[in-house]
C-alpha cells in the first residue's frame, strides 16, 4: 500500500470512529445510579423505631385521675418510661413508685425475661384506695405488688374464669361486678365474683342474634351494649342480617383452603342489617326481662361511624337518663340525610320523637364523636349539635317538646368534643378547632361556655394543638400541647381560667436533633378554585441541595371522614414520610377539599363524587409548591396511599396521567359498589339506576384504567375481611384488558394493613419509587427491621 492510500484509510477510519462515537452514547445509555444498603439503613433510621426513643418527656400513657382526686400518667425516659403520680391540690409531682425496686420485686417472682427499672413490662395499673398496692397485667400474668414493701404476688384469675376451651369476651357493667357476653346468639351476664352465668335473651337466632358486632367491614365476638349507670339494666339491640350478603375470603395454604363467609351488605342491596332496640331488666322481679322499643327497627346507620358501635363495645348515639328510667338515642336513615332525636321509656318501651335533623347530603359525619350531645332530665333540656350553620355547633332544646331554645356556641369554628357539662353552674367544657383567627385551623383548643350562650372564654391559649384530660370534679385539666415542629409540653391548669399551676413535662428533641432530624414544614396552598386555603406537610432530605432537582411524592388519604395530614401534634416520625425523603425525594401530604375539620361546606366538597378523591386539589397544591421552591422536580411527579388512599393513588393515575408518573395503590376501595354498603350511601349516596348504569360506576377506578401512562403498582392482602381484595382484582382485570403495563403485588394470607409483612412492603415502596421515580437502582432485598437500627 502506498503512503498516500495508507494515510487516506488511517482518516478514513478516524472519520468512522468519530462517527460511530455519538451514536454508541445514544444507542447505550449510562447506567443508573445506584442506591447503597447505607443509603437505605440512613433512611432506616428516620422511622419512628429509631426516632421516638430519642425524645423523652413525652407523655406515653394519658393521665389516669384517682378517686382521691390525684392522678398518675407515664413519661418518656432514656431507655424507657416511668411513672409519675401528681396531687394538683398540692401542685406536687413524684415518682408513682420505686421504679428499680418494683423490677427487683417483678424478677425475684417471675421466670423468664428480666424486666428493667423503665421497662416494667406494663403500661397501665391499678392503685388501691390505701396508696399501697398496684395491680397489672405484664406477660400474661396478672401482678399485684406492695410499693412500700416491695412484695409482689400472683393473683389468681381463675375463680370466675370461664372453661379454658372457651375464650369469652365480658362487656363489664360499671360497677365491675357483672360481665355481659354472648352465647349461641343470645346475650348472657355473669357475676363476676361468684361465675354465676344468668342467661338474658332466649330467642336468638344465627344472623338474627343480640348485641352482634357486625358492621360487614369489621366484626368481633364481643356484645355491644350500653349499660345503665347502676349496673341493672342493658340497653342494646337484636341484629338482623337475614336476606343480607355475604363476603367470603379463602386461605392459601397446604391442603384444602380455608372458607371464610360472613353477612356483608353491599352498597344497593334490598336488604342490609337491621337492629330492633331493647331494654333489658337485668334484676327484675321474677327475672330478667327483655323489653322491646315500640317502633319498627332501625338501619344499622350512626351519625358518627359507618358502624354502630362506638370505643369497641357501646352503642353510638344512646345515652341513658342518670337514673335509669329512659333511653335517648338517635335513629338514622340509611342515605345519612336524616336523623331522629328520640327518647324511650326503659320500662314500657314506648318512645316519643323530639326532632328530626335533615341535610342535603348527610347529618354527621364519621369524624365526629359520639360526646357530641347530652341529655339533662334535671333540668328538663338537651344539648345538640348540628352542621345546619355550615359549623359544628352546640345547641340548647326542650327536652320535652323538641322545642330549640338557642343556639350555645358562637363564631365559626367547630365544636370537637364536650369533656364536662356543669349543670349547677350551666358551664359546658369542650374542645373545639378553627376558632381562633389566624391560627391552623386543625389546631384543637379547650374552652368553656355557658349554657345561655355567653361568655365563651379559651383556657388554652398557646398558639398549639392542646389534648386535654379533664378531673372528674372539673376541677383541673392536664394539657398537653405542641406542633408538628415543636415538642409537646404539658401543664397542670385550672379549669375555671386556664392558669398554669404546675409544669409536669417538657419534651427534649436534643438527642434527637443530634442524629440531623429535622420537623416537616407547614405549608399553606390553595386548592382547585384558587381561594380556598389548604393546609399540610412537606418533607425534605436533610441534606437537601437546592441547586439540584427533587422528585415529588404525595401521600394521599382523601376523606372523607380524616385526611392526609393527621394529628397536628408533634410527632418524631409520621409513617416514613422522612425516610422516604432521604432517599432523594420530597414528600407531600396536603388535605384537600372534602376531608373533615373544616367547614360543612368544605367536608361536602365532593359528596356524590367520590373519585374526585381531592385530587384537583393535590395537582393544584403540588404544582404551586413547586413554584415557591425551585428545588422541587413537579415533572417526576409519584402518589401513593393505603386504603382509601389506595383509592385514591389508582385515580390519579388514571384521572391525571400526565400529572402523575409513578403510583403505589395499596388496600384500595377500588369501586365502592364492592365495599361495605355504609360507607358509599353515605358519601356517594343511595345506588341508583341510570342509562343502563348506575351513579357508582365513574367513581369506579377500573372504569378509567384505560388512561393509565405511567408505571403502577397495585396491592392487596389475599385476606382483607376490611376492604376485599375483589377491589383490586377489578382493576387489575381492566387493565389485563385494556393491554397495560402494571405490577401487581398481592399477600394471600394477608388481611387489610398486611401485618408481618408490612416492613417487605416498606421496602418495595421506597424500591419502585427509587427505581421509576428517581430513576436510580436499589440495593436488592434490603430488609427493614434487620439488624436493628441503632441510631
Same mark, same amino acid.
Given at each position: 500500500?502506498?503512503?498516500?492510500?495508507?494515510q487516506?484509510?488511517?482518516n478514513?477510519?478516524?472519520?468512522?470512529?468519530?462517527?460511530?462515537?455519538?451514536?454508541?452514547?445514544?444507542t447505550?445509555?449510562?447506567?443508573?445510579r445506584?442506591l447503597?444498603?447505607?443509603?437505605?439503613?440512613?433512611a432506616?433510621?428516620?422511622l419512628?423505631a429509631a426516632t421516638?426513643?430519642?425524645?423523652?418527656?413525652?407523655?406515653?400513657v394519658?393521665p389516669?385521675w384517682?378517686?382521691d382526686?390525684?392522678?398518675?400518667?407515664?413519661?418518656?425516659?432514656?431507655?424507657g418510661?416511668e411513672?409519675a403520680i401528681?396531687?394538683?391540690?398540692k401542685?406536687?409531682?413524684?415518682?408513682?413508685?420505686?421504679?428499680a425496686?418494683? &423490677? @427487683?420485686?417483678?424478677n &425475684?417472682?417471675?421466670?423468664g425475661?428480666?424486666?428493667?427499672?423503665?421497662r416494667?413490662g406494663?403500661?397501665?395499673f391499678?392503685l388501691s384506695?390505701?396508696?399501697?398496692?398496684?395491680?397489672?397485667?405484664?406477660?400474661n400474668?396478672l401482678?399485684?405488688c @406492695?410499693?412500700?414493701?416491695?412484695q409482689c404476688?400472683r393473683v389468681d384469675?381463675?375463680?370466675a374464669?370461664?372453661s379454658p376451651?372457651?375464650?369469652?369476651i365480658?362487656?363489664?357493667?360499671p360497677?365491675?361486678?357483672?360481665g355481659?357476653?354472648i352465647?349461641?346468639?343470645n346475650?348472657?351476664v355473669?357475676d363476676?365474683?361468684?361465675?354465676r352465668?344468668?342467661q338474658l335473651?332466649?330467642?336468638?337466632?344465627?344472623?338474627f342474634?343480640?348485641?352482634t358486632d357486625?358492621a360487614?367491614?369489621?366484626k368481633?365476638?364481643r356484645a355491644?351494649?350500653?349499660?345503665s349507670?347502676?349496673?341493672?339494666?342493658i340497653?342494646?339491640?337484636q341484629?338482623?342480617?337475614?336476606g343480607?350478603?355475604?363476603?367470603?375470603l379463602?386461605?392459601t395454604?397446604?391442603?384444602?383452603?380455608?372458607l *371464610? =363467609?360472613w353477612?356483608?351488605p353491599?352498597p344497593? @342491596?334490598s336488604?342490609?342489617?337491621?337492629?330492633?332496640?331493647v331494654?333489658?331488666d337485668i334484676?327484675?322481679? +321474677?327475672?330478667?326481662?327483655?323489653v322491646?322499643?315500640?317502633m319498627p327497627?332501625?338501619q344499622?346507620r350512626?351519625?358518627?361511624?359507618?358502624?354502630?358501635?362506638?370505643?369497641?363495645?357501646?352503642?353510638?348515639d344512646?345515652q341513658?337518663y342518670?337514673?335509669?328510667s329512659?333511653v335517648?338515642?338517635v !335513629?338514622?336513615?340509611?342515605?345519612h340525610?336524616e #336523623?331522629?332525636?328520640?327518647?324511650?321509656?326503659a320500662?314500657?318501651g %314506648?318512645v316519643?320523637?323530639?326532632?328530626?335533623?335533615?341535610?342535603?347530603?348527610?347529618?354527621? /359525619?364519621a369524624s365526629?364523636t %359520639?360526646?357530641?350531645?347530652?341529655?339533662?332530665p334535671?333540668s328538663n $333540656?338537651l344539648?345538640?349539635?348540628?352542621?345546619?350553620e355550615?359549623?359544628?355547633h352546640?345547641?340548647?332544646?326542650?327536652?320535652s317538646?323538641?322545642?330549640?331554645k338557642h343556639r350555645?356556641?358562637?363564631?365559626?369554628?367547630n365544636?370537637?368534643?364536650?369533656?364536662?357539662? @356543669?349543670e349547677?353552674?350551666?358551664?359546658?367544657f369542650?374542645?373545639? =378547632?378553627?376558632?381562633e #383567627?389566624?391560627?391552623?385551623p386543625?389546631?384543637?383548643?379547650?374552652?368553656?361556655?355557658g349554657?345561655d350562650?355567653?361568655? *365563651?372564654r379559651?383556657?388554652?391559649?398557646e398558639?398549639?394543638n392542646?389534648?386535654?384530660?379533664?378531673?372528674?370534679?372539673?376541677?383541673?385539666f392536664v394539657d398537653?400541647?405542641s406542633?408538628?415542629t415543636?415538642?409537646p409540653v404539658?401543664?397542670?391548669?385550672d379549669?375555671?381560667n386556664g392558669r398554669?399551676?404546675l409544669e409536669?413535662e417538657?419534651? /427534649?428533641i !436534643?438527642?434527637l436533633?443530634a442524629?440531623?432530624w429535622?420537623p416537616p414544614?407547614?405549608?399553606t396552598v390553595k386548592?382547585?378554585?384558587?381561594?380556598? /386555603?389548604?393546609?399540610g406537610?412537606?418533607y425534605t432530605?436533610?441534606?437537601?441541595d437546592?441547586?439540584k432537582?427533587?422528585p415529588?411524592i404525595?401521600?394521599?388519604?382523601?376523606?372523607?371522614?380524616s385526611g392526609?395530614v393527621?394529628?397536628?401534634s408533634?410527632?418524631?416520625a409520621?409513617s416514613d414520610?422522612?425516610a422516604?425523603? $432521604?432517599?432523594?425525594?420530597?414528600?407531600?401530604?396536603?388535605d384537600g377539599?372534602g376531608?373533615?375539620?373544616?367547614s360543612?361546606a368544605?367536608?361536602?366538597?365532593y359528596?356524590?363524587?367520590m373519585?374526585?378523591?381531592?385530587?384537583p386539589?393535590q395537582?393544584?397544591?403540588m404544582k404551586e409548591l &413547586?413554584?415557591?421552591?425551585?428545588?422541587?422536580?413537579?415533572?417526576?411527579?409519584?402518589i401513593?396511599?393505603?386504603?382509601?388512599?389506595?383509592?385514591?393513588t389508582?385515580a390519579?393515575?388514571?384521572?391525571?396521567?400526565d400529572?402523575?408518573?409513578v403510583?403505589?395503590s $395499596?388496600?384500595?376501595?377500588h369501586?365502592n359498589?364492592?365495599y361495605?354498603?355504609d360507607?358509599g350511601?353515605?358519601?356517594?349516596?343511595l345506588l *341508583?339506576k341510570?342509562n343502563?348504569?348506575?351513579n357508582?360506576?365513574d367513581?369506579?377506578?377500573q372504569t378509567?384504567?384505560?388512561?393509565l401512562k405511567g408505571?403502577?403498582?397495585?396491592?392487596?392482602g389475599g385476606?382483607?375481611?376490611?376492604?376485599p381484595?375483589?377491589?383490586t382484582?377489578?382493576v387489575?382485570e381492566?387493565?389485563?384488558r385494556?393491554?397495560?403495563?402494571?405490577?401487581?403485588?398481592?399477600?394471600?394470607?394477608a388481611?387489610? +394493613?398486611?401485618?408481618?409483612?408490612?416492613?417487605y412492603m416498606m421496602?418495595r415502596?421506597w /424500591?419502585?419509587?427509587?427505581?421509576?421515580l428517581l430513576?436510580a %437502582?436499589?440495593?436488592?432485598?434490603y *430488609?427493614?427491621?434487620?439488624?436493628?437500627?441503632v441510631?
Open positions: 500500500m502506498s503512503h498516500r492510500s495508507f487516506f484509510m488511517r478514513y477510519i478516524a472519520s468512522l470512529l468519530l462517527i460511530a462515537a455519538p451514536l454508541a452514547a445514544q447505550t445509555p449510562p447506567a443508573p445506584a447503597t444498603t447505607e443509603d437505605y439503613a440512613r432506616e433510621r428516620f419512628s421516638s426513643p430519642l425524645v423523652t418527656g413525652t407523655i406515653s394519658r389516669t384517682l378517686s382526686g390525684r392522678f398518675w400518667y407515664s413519661v418518656s425516659v432514656p431507655n418510661t411513672f401528681v396531687d394538683p391540690a401542685r406536687a409531682k413524684s415518682k408513682a413508685f420505686d421504679h425496686r418494683l &423490677a @427487683d420485686a417483678i &425475684a417472682l417471675a421466670s425475661d428480666r424486666v428493667q427499672a423503665t416494667l406494663f403500661t397501665s391499678d384506695k390505701d396508696g399501697r398496692e398496684i395491680t397489672f397485667g405484664a406477660a400474668r401482678l399485684k @406492695d410499693i412500700q414493701t416491695y404476688s384469675t381463675n375463680r374464669a370461664a376451651a372457651v375464650r369469652v365480658f362487656n363489664m357493667s360497677d365491675g361486678k357483672r355481659a357476653f352465647k349461641d346468639y346475650l348472657w355473669r363476676m365474683t361468684s361465675g352465668e344468668t335473651t332466649s330467642d336468638g337466632i344465627k344472623d342474634g343480640y348485641a357486625n360487614g367491614w369489621t368481633s365476638d355491644v351494649l350500653n349499660w349507670p347502676d349496673s341493672r339494666k340497653a342494646t339491640f341484629h338482623d342480617g337475614r343480607a350478603s355475604e363476603m367470603f379463602v386461605s395454604n397446604v391442603g384444602a383452603p380455608r *371464610q =363467609a353477612k356483608y353491599l344497593g @342491596d336488604v342490609i342489617f337491621r337492629i330492633s332496640r331494654v333489658i334484676d327484675a322481679p +321474677g327475672g330478667p326481662r327483655v322491646r322499643f315500640q327497627p332501625d344499622h350512626s351519625t358518627v361511624s359507618d358502624h354502630i358501635a362506638c370505643g369497641g363495645s357501646t352503642i353510638c344512646v341513658w342518670p337514673d335509669a329512659h335517648a338515642f !335513629s338514622s336513615s340509611r342515605d340525610k #336523623a331522629w332525636m328520640r327518647v324511650a321509656n320500662s314500657t %314506648e316519643r320523637t323530639l326532632f328530626k335533623e335533615e341535610m342535603a347530603t348527610q347529618v354527621g /359525619d365526629l %359520639e360526646n357530641l350531645w347530652r341529655v339533662l334535671a $333540656e344539648i345538640w349539635w348540628s352542621q345546619k355550615n359549623w359544628t352546640l345547641y340548647l332544646f326542650d327536652l317538646t323538641g322545642r330549640l350555645i356556641t358562637p363564631g365559626e369554628g365544636v370537637e368534643d364536650i369533656l364536662r357539662i @356543669d349547677k353552674a350551666r358551664t359546658i369542650f374542645t373545639g =378547632a378553627g376558632k #383567627a389566624g391560627r391552623d386543625y389546631f384543637q383548643h379547650f374552652y368553656s361556655v349554657l350562650g355567653r361568655n *365563651q379559651l383556657l388554652t391559649p398558639n398549639a392542646h389534648t386535654v384530660t379533664l378531673s372528674p370534679d372539673g376541677r383541673y398537653t400541647y406542633t408538628p415543636t415538642p404539658t401543664l397542670l391548669r379549669a375555671g398554669t399551676l409536669l417538657r419534651a /427534649d !436534643s438527642r436533633a442524629t440531623g429535622r414544614t407547614p405549608v386548592a382547585r378554585d384558587g381561594r380556598t /386555603d389548604i393546609y406537610l412537606l432530605p436533610t441534606r437537601l437546592s441547586t432537582k427533587y415529588i404525595n401521600y394521599i388519604y382523601p376523606g372523607p371522614q392526609s393527621g394529628p397536628r408533634f410527632a418524631a409520621r414520610h422522612q422516604l425523603a $432521604e432517599l432523594g425525594f420530597v414528600v407531600v401530604a396536603l377539599m376531608t373533615p375539620g373544616r360543612k368544605f367536608a361536602d366538597a359528596y356524590g363524587d373519585g374526585d378523591n381531592t385530587l386539589d395537582v393544584a397544591g &413547586a413554584q415557591r421552591y425551585s428545588w422541587i422536580d413537579i415533572d417526576r411527579a409519584g401513593w396511599g393505603h386504603s382509601g388512599g389506595g383509592f385514591a389508582a390519579a393515575m388514571f384521572r391525571h396521567p400529572f402523575f408518573k403510583g403505589i $395499596e388496600s384500595g376501595n369501586d359498589r364492592n361495605e354498603d360507607w350511601e353515605r358519601y356517594q349516596g *341508583q341510570r343502563g348504569g348506575d357508582y360506576a367513581e369506579a377506578n378509567h384504567a384505560r388512561n408505571k403502577l403498582m397495585l396491592v392487596h385476606l382483607d375481611n376490611n376492604v381484595p375483589y377491589n382484582y377489578l387489575a381492566a387493565l389485563a385494556a393491554n397495560k403495563d402494571f405490577d401487581l403485588v398481592v399477600f394471600p394470607n388481611g387489610h +394493613g398486611f401485618g408481618a409483612l408490612s416492613s421496602r415502596r /424500591d419502585y419509587f427509587v427505581k421509576n430513576g %437502582e436499589p440495593p436488592k432485598e *430488609q427493614i427491621g434487620r439488624p436493628a437500627i441510631p
